[in-house]
């Protein structure tokens, strides 16, 4: 299948002008999706072209230039064979240029953000990723055009590390943007690890970075930004992992056990709990464990079989489920 995925940077509303990182823009959570599922896509044998608006600001446009059966262009080019298109954050300029007769899905980021008009009347499947997003969408979208499909991690990319670093205290990274009103339970999560009987890492940018550094810098190793190919290599070498989201899933499926945390404290991420947790992207909404209980959590996660948690990622959190999901719904649509 030939393949062309739609993205835009400097007009990108999830960008909002707050993530420029030394003349690049990165989100790290969309961006991280857009690359393992390019990677995956192209390692099931699609033709994927990349079209971004500005690739001088984008922070992976040198990362897709090297990978096989990926193009990146700046212009749009109607006469390229297409048969798909992944709309992401895009103005609609940017899809109008195309034939009405390709199918168009649009991958929705923002779970309660309305789409515009065109956008709606345009694109044959929404791609919720979350039942949250489902619901959201479905409440304004025409019936039946939101779908469900629980976006993924590329497992590759994120091997399994399956034994502990062996360090002398053990590491615990907490990975999380220090902004949108999180401060406030991350500054909780932090009192209450005993700093003293583990080696913190604490990785994120935003509002709340100064004040971590002020309260807790000589205790911790704080870091302000981690780009999406260099993570991987970080959550090798940790044994707990406290994140939401997409960190969460990836330090799943390196196998490092992990605690979720984000707008509330949720606690371990275990086989019972993480389909109520994947409603709302794993962010602990609607949680309401005690943060004081964060030490006996991560002395609790050190005794916890890596092998378990892998299994557990392979089984909810591939980027290959979620490829196949859309590689079905483009085999009905088509025919």
Not at 31 to 41: E, G, N, P, W, Y
Not at 54 to 62: E, Q, R
Not at 64 to 71: A, E, G, I, K, L
Request: hydrophobic letters at 40%; proline letters at 5%; glycine letters at 8%.
């Amino acid at each position: 299948m030939h393949i062309t995925y739609l993205l835009a940077t400097g007009s990108n509303a999830l960008y909002d002008g707050k993530y420029s990182q030394r003349g690049r823009y990165h989100t790290y959570g969309q961006q991280s999706f857009v690359l393992d599922l390019i990677r995956t896509m192209s390692r099931a044998g699609h033709t994927v072209r990349l079209i971004v608006d500005a690739p001088s600001s984008f922070a992976l446009t040198s990362t897709f230039r090297s990978m096989d059966s990926v193009t990146v262009a700046e212009e749009t080019d109607p006469s390229g064979k297409t048969d798909l298109i992944l709309v992401d954050e895009v103005p609609d300029e940017m899809l109008r240029d195309f034939d009405e007769h390709i199918p168009a899905f649009r991958i929705v980021h923002h779970a309660g953000r309305h789409s515009s008009d065109y956008l709606v009347s345009r694109c044959t499947r929404f791609l919720c990723m979350t039942e949250n997003a489902l619901s959201l969408q479905r409440s304004y979208l025409p019936p039946d055009q939101a779908v469900l499909l629980h976006q993924g991690v590329d497992l590759e990319r994120f091997p399994a590390v399956l034994t502990r670093s062996g360090a002398r205290r053990p590491r615990v990274l907490l990975y999380c943007r220090l902004d949108s009103g999180r401060e406030p339970l991350l500054g909780r999560i932090i009192e209450n690890i005993d700093r003293e009987e583990v080696l913190l890492y604490v990785a994120g940018d935003g509002p709340g970075f100064w004040d971590v550094s002020d309260r807790f810098g000589s205790e911790i190793v704080l870091i302000n930004h981690l780009p999406c190919q260099s993570i991987p290599h970080l959550l090798g070498e940790m044994d707990v992992a406290i994140s939401l989201g997409r960190g969460a899933m990836e330090a799943m499926a390196t196998g490092i056990p992990t605690l979720c945390a984000g707008h509330h404290y949720a606690g371990p991420v275990t086989a019972d709990n993480i389909g109520p947790l994947m409603r709302y992207n794993l962010t602990g909404a609607h949680s309401d464990r005690d943060p004081a209980l964060v030490m006996a959590d991560i002395r609790e996660a050190l005794d916890s079989d890596r092998r378990d948690v892998r299994a557990l990622a392979e089984e909810r959190l591939s980027a290959d489920a979620f490829m196949e999901g859309v590689s079905g719904l483009y085999a009905q649509i088509a025919g």
